[in-house]
């Protein structure tokens, strides 16, 4: 059964260009009812200054960044029904090398094709990753080979694991025991999370053949079962989780 976070705090502070994260988690059960009903309306963002802001990285390369408009807007919408995380529900946009970087704890990137940095992107995105952030890659298809690579190339020194299906990101809220959920076909192929470990902790989480981001998108756009719309919402809830408590 899923764990639930009953009381979670999470606040920001910026200090000589890290990111300083404290959270307080109390994990109770039962499972409360999950609320989908929100997905796709109008919403506001949460007025809370310290309230978690989630952006959508705007890359290089040629890949479609902007991929699933509705896709991040609907996923905050689930976590502030569904959790106690204080979250601002609006989307934002940021470049590697935006000032405002470092005020935002968790990058998600998504669409087809090629992501590339810089030589100069590269060392700040290390810089931001070692300090505390968390970059989360879903590949919406074609992004897999060259991600990877491009994950080599910004820590050569260590090696992109597979992240194993007892991995905490895996089970810190809701419980996957199977690994991450099979949203879209794509290629038939299981889906697998890869991932850089740094002192323990994975702050890339690059998920393949899964496109939970797709999942997240409006119930037009991709005609998804309710079913697998929320397998998609509750693995996000997961990486958050991770990507702020561990």
């Known amino acids: 059964m899923a764990k639930i976070v009953s009381i979670i705090l999470v606040m920001l502070a910026l200090g000589s260009g890290f990111i300083t994260l404290s959270a307080l988690a109390q994990l109770t059960e039962p499972e409360p009812a999950l609320d989908l009903t929100r997905a796709g309306r109008p919403h506001e963002g949460n007025p809370n200054p310290s309230a978690l802001k989630v952006a959508r990285l705007h890359y290089s390369g040629g890949g479609d960044w902007y991929w699933g408009r509705s896709a991040v807007p609907n996923f905050l919408n689930f976590v502030n029904e569904n959790t106690d995380f204080p979250v601002d529900t609006n989307e934002y946009e940021i470049t590697i090398m935006d000032p405002e970087l470092f005020r935002y704890p ?79 076909e794509h290629d038939n192929k299981p889906p697998r999370g890869y991932a850089i470990i740094i002192n323990g902790r994975a702050v890339i989480y690059f998920l393949v053949e899964s496109d939970i981001g797709d999942g997240w998108e409006d119930p037009q756009v991709h005609n998804d079962p309710e079913e697998k719309r929320l397998e998609a919402f509750k693995m996000g809830v997961n990486i958050l989780t991770y990507a702020l408590l561990y």
């Open 106 to 184: 968790f990058l998600f990137a998504t669409g087809h094709g090629v992501i590339s940095f810089s030589a100069e992107e590269k060392e700040r995105l290390r810089q931001y990753l070692a300090g505390g952030g968390f970059l989360f890659v879903n590949d919406s298809y074609g992004m897999d080979a060259n991600f990877r690579e491009t994950m080599e190339e910004l820590f050569p020194e260590r090696q992109v694991v597979e992240l194993p299906f007892d991995h905490l990101i895996y089970h810190g809220f809701y419980d996957f025991p199977n690994g991450p959920p099979k949203i879209h």
